[in-house]
């Protein structure tokens, strides 16, 4: 995709028919498809309906008023002033996870942070500690998710095996809302069972995965004398967890003087807008000293941006620089890979994680 904007400019349309796509790579796109003009490009989409088959209707797949009602219900509850919670549980489940690491010695960082942040997302948001089925039951999910989001062609019937995983993770979200109590469960316990299984189960996909990814490319390029809140917001700028966002035109349009068809896919990529030369110098290089200013930077969309910007935000930034900071405190980290090849995945995950040697600060 930054090969094609790079020669074609900032508007790339690939095939004809029921089949268009348009990748836009100017931040003016993406304020146009997800803000200003949100209401005209749906989730009507082959990654929607992917996440669809596992979540049902969540607030990672909804448009319209359930999605509506839902965002305002929960909302209120990942405020950073609503978070106060937030900062002990990190603190707890790090250290417990260094301690392990210590008796240890190699860890791989990417496998480790998706236990971390699993751990402190199902205290966090149920009260409770996660079920050890979701780790072994998620990767096989994934798997055929992302093949289906990205399938030209359609899979049909979902696998078998994808069946009875989604199956098993339904019944492991409702024991987890049935023992768990938390103020985001209260509210959450005005919806519908069905509708409270699907907020659930959204809640614990997109705070473990995009958080535990973030981390992981932290780790794997943070030196010695960066800033840690800094370094998480330029690894998530190099590498975003959501690394492109797909959406649907409702009705013809245009922007920047392209026809967009009605029914055509447009695709909005963070990981293209933050390499775009007018807004980065130097983009391929890691530099925390870009922030916290560039943090205002109309190319930096790690979260998303408009109505359907990532609830998790604000939890994200207390969690992932306290994460960082607590190691730093305790442990030197020593990556086995001086590069760490990016896999881009139902998120943008390192491909074959980071190993890595941990050793006790004296």
């Given at each position: ?160 095996t994808f069946e009875e995983a ?123 000293r870009r922030f916290p200013n ?69």
């Amino acid at each position: 995709m930054l090969a094609w904007h790079r020669e074609y400019g900032d508007v790339v349309r690939l095939g004809d028919g029921p089949l268009t796509a348009h990748l836009l790579g100017h931040p003016r796109h993406a304020e146009h498809v997800l803000r200003r003009r949100h209401m005209d490009y749906d989730r009507q989409t082959r990654s929607a309906g992917a996440v669809r088959i596992v979540t049902g209707e969540s607030l990672l797949t909804n448009d319209g008023e359930q999605w509506k009602r839902h965002r305002l219900l929960m909302q209120p509850l990942f405020n950073k002033d609503a978070l106060g919670s937030l900062e002990a549980i990190v603190r707890e489940a790090t250290h417990a996870m260094i301690d392990d690491w210590l008796a240890r010695g190699d860890v791989d960082i990417a496998a480790e942070m998706t236990r971390l942040t699993s751990t402190i997302a199902s205290r966090a948001f149920f009260g409770i500690d996660v079920d050890e089925d979701l780790a072994r039951l998620m990767p096989a999910i994934l798997e055929e998710t992302y093949a289906r989001a990205t399938s030209v062609f359609g899979w049909g019937r979902p696998s078998r095996t994808f069946e009875e995983a989604c199956t098993e993770v339904r019944a492991v979200v409702e024991r987890i809302v049935a023992r768990g109590d938390s103020p985001l469960l209260e509210h959450l316990r005005e919806l519908p069972a069905d509708e409270l299984r699907n907020e659930a189960l959204a809640l614990l996909l997109a705070g473990q995965d995009t958080t535990a990814n973030a981390l992981a490319w932290t780790f794997a390029l943070i030196r010695d004398d960066d800033e840690p809140a800094a370094a998480v917001q330029e690894a998530m700028r190099l590498y975003p967890p959501v690394w492109i966002v797909e959406r649907r035109a409702v009705e013809d349009d245009e922007i920047d003087g392209y026809e967009i068809p009605a029914d055509s896919y447009v695709y909005v990529s963070p990981y293209v807008l933050h390499r775009h030369l007018e807004f980065w110098s130097d983009p391929e290089r890691f530099d925390p000293r870009r922030f916290p200013n560039s943090g205002r930077n109309l190319a930096y969309l790690p979260f998303g941006c408009g109505p359907h910007a990532c609830l998790g935000a604000a939890f994200a930034m207390i969690e992932a620089p306290l994460v960082v900071t607590i190691v730093r405190e305790r442990c030197t980290i020593s990556v086995k890979k001086e590069r760490i090849e990016p896999k881009a995945w139902v998120t943008l995950r390192p491909r074959d994680g980071v190993s890595a040697r941990i050793v006790a600060k004296r």
